[in-house]
C-alpha cells in the first residue's frame, strides 16, 4: 500500500515508520521548515505533496490512502475526498468543532449534555472587566487548533484575582508586540470532578465497536505542577468505556455522518456528582494519544485503515487492560526558544538490557537518525513516548517506566506519577458515579 502523510510537524512519524517498516511505501509532508528534520534518515518526505497525488493513484483504487496530523486543514480533505482519494484524519466539521469552542458546547447540548457556563471574548479588556463584575474560577482557554497550549490557564484563586493579573499581563504583552492577530479566546467555568475522555473512529457513516477511555495529564511536573502542555502522559483502556460512548460521542453519529468526517474523535469530559460536563473536542489522532492506544491494538494500522474505508466491519480488535505513556523531553519543551543551543542534536541511547519487544513499545517523535547513532531533532525538544500495557493501571505504568528508564539521553526529564490519580481516584469515582465498569 502507499501512505502519504500531511502535517504541520510530523506529529505521526512513528506511525508512518510503522508502516514504512512493514513493507508499505510512505511518503511525508512536513509543513514547518523548523520539523523537517524529524526522522531523517528514517522517512521518505516530500516538498510537495499535491505533486504525489498522481504517486498515490499509481497504487491502485483501494491501496493509497492519505493521511492528515491537523485540524485546520478539513476543507482540503473533504476536497480530496470528492476527487476521489481515500482519507483519514477529520473534515471541516471536525476543525470546527475543536477550534470553535462555542460551536462544540452547543452541539454537545443539543446530544443532550449539560455544559460549563462560557464566556467568549476578543479582547483583553472585556474578560477583565467582566471578572471584576463576575469574581469566580475560570479556565482561559483560546480558541484554534494551533492556539498554544502554555498560555491556557486554570484559575486558583476563588476571586479570579490570580487570573485577573495574568490577563493583564497579557494584555500589556499584547499592546507591546502590537501584532494586529486577532484575539479570540473564552472563559469558563471551573468545575470540580474527575478529567477523563472518551474517544473512538468514526469511518465516515459509523463509529467503530470500540471506544477508547483515556486519563491525560497534561501539566508538566509531576503532582500537576507547572504549565499546560498537549500532555506528558496518559492512562489509556479499550474496556469500560460503553456508558461514556453512548452518552457523548454515539449522539454525535449523524453530525458527523453529513459532514463527511472520517477519523478519531475525542471528547474531554468533567465527571461529577451533577453529571458529565464535556470539555473539548479533539478532531484529529492524538499525540502521544494513538502511540498508547496503539499498545492495546490486536492488529496494525493499514488493517484499521482498510476497514475504515471500505465500510464493511465495524469491528475494531483490541486487547484487555490498560495501556500507559510517559512522554520522554529534553531543555526547553515545552517551548521552543532555545533548543538549538540547549538539546538539538543530542544522543539518544540505550541500557544494555533494551530489548528488541521494548523498542517496539518505544514511540519516538522529534529524532533523526545521523549515520548509526540516533539525536534529538525537531523544534522544540519532545523525544517521544514510553509505553507499557498491564492488567491494571499500577502494572501498565510501572512497564512504561521500566522502559522509560532504559532510554538515556542528556538531560532526559519526564513526570514520575502517570496514572497515580487514576488509580488512587479517577477510576473507583468513575465507578460510583456509573461511568466506568
Known amino acids: 500500500m502507499r501512505f502519504l502523510g500531511i502535517g504541520e510537524s510530523n506529529d505521526l512519524a512513528a506511525m508512518y515508520h510503522g508502516l514504512a517498516q512493514r513493507g508499505h511505501e510512505v511518503r511525508v509532508f512536513v509543513e514547518d521548515p523548523a520539523c523537517r528534520d524529524i526522522f531523517a534518515g528514517m522517512l521518505e518526505q ?17 491501496q493509497g490512502i492519505v493521511l492528515f496530523e491537523s485540524a485546520d486543514k478539513g476543507a482540503l480533505q473533504d476536497q480530496l475526498r470528492r476527487d476521489g482519494f481515500r482519507v483519514i484524519g477529520g473534515s471541516a466539521l471536525g476543525d470546527r468543532l475543536e477550534a470553535d469552542r462555542a460551536f462544540g458546547q452547543g452541539v454537545l447540548r443539543q446530544g443532550g449534555l449539560r455544559t460549563a457556563r462560557s464566556h467568549a471574548f476578543t479582547d483583553y479588556q472585556g474578560a477583565i472587566d467582566f471578572v471584576q463584575r463576575h469574581p469566580g474560577r475560570y479556565v482561559l482557554k483560546f480558541n484554534g487548533a494551533n492556539a498554544e497550549r502554555t498560555r491556557s490557564y486554570v484559575g486558583q484563586m476563588r476571586d479570579g484575582a490570580d487570573l485577573l493579573a495574568l490577563l493583564s499581563l497579557y494584555q500589556n504583552q499584547a499592546g507591546r508586540e502590537a501584532t494586529g492577530a486577532p484575539l479570540d479566546f473564552v472563559l469558563m467555568e471551573h468545575l470540580e470532578g474527575i478529567e477523563v475522555g472518551v474517544g473512538a473512529y468514526f469511518n465516515g457513516e459509523a463509529f467503530l465497536d470500540t471506544a477508547c477511555i483515556d486519563f491525560e495529564h497534561k501539566h508538566f511536573f509531576s503532582g500537576e505542577m507547572g504549565e499546560l502542555t498537549g500532555e506528558m502522559g496518559t492512562i489509556v483502556s479499550y474496556r469500560g468505556s460503553h456508558k461514556l460512548f453512548q452518552a457523548v460521542l454515539a449522539p454525535l453519529a449523524d453530525l458527523l455522518r453529513d459532514g463527511g468526517y472520517c477519523g478519531y474523535i475525542n471528547v474531554n469530559l468533567i465527571a461529577n456528582d451533577e453529571g458529565l460536563w464535556p470539555l473539548e473536542f479533539t478532531s484529529r489522532f492524538g499525540y502521544p494519544g494513538f502511540a498508547i492506544c496503539e499498545a492495546l491494538h490486536s492488529e496494525s494500522w493499514e488493517q484499521i485503515f ?20 510517559v512522554v520522554l523531553t529534553v531543555p526547553p519543551f515545552p517551548y521552543r526558544h532555545g533548543y538549538a543551543e540547549l538539546s538539538k542534536g543530542m544522543p539518544i541511547c540505550f541500557m544494555p538490557d533494551m530489548r528488541d519487544e521494548d523498542h517496539a513499545a518505544l514511540f519516538f517523535s522529534e529524532i ?59 477510576l473507583a469515582t468513575l465507578k460510583r458515579l456509573g461511568w466506568w465498569g
Do not use: H
Not at 46 to 62: K, S, V
Not at 308 to 323: E, K, Q, Y
Open 46 to 62: 516530500t516538498d510537495d505533496w499535491q505533486r504525489d497525488l498522481g504517486w498515490l493513484r499509481g497504487a491502485g483504487e483501494e
Open 368 to 426: 533523526a537518525r545521523v549515520g548509526e547513532q540516533l539525536v534529538t531533532a525537531g523544534a522544540t525538544g519532545y523525544v517521544g513516548v514510553a509505553t507499557g500495557t498491564g492488567a491494571t493501571v499500577r502494572g501498565a505504568a510501572d512497564s512504561a517506566y521500566r522502559l522509560a528508564r532504559k532510554v538515556v539521553v542528556p538531560n532526559l526529564r519526564y513526570r514520575n506519577d502517570i496514572g497515580v490519580r487514576v488509580s488512587a481516584r479517577c
Open 306 to 325: 482498510t476497514r475504515m474505508l471500505a465500510r464493511d466491519s465495524l469491528v475494531l480488535r483490541t486487547r484487555a487492560g490498560f495501556a500507559a505513556g
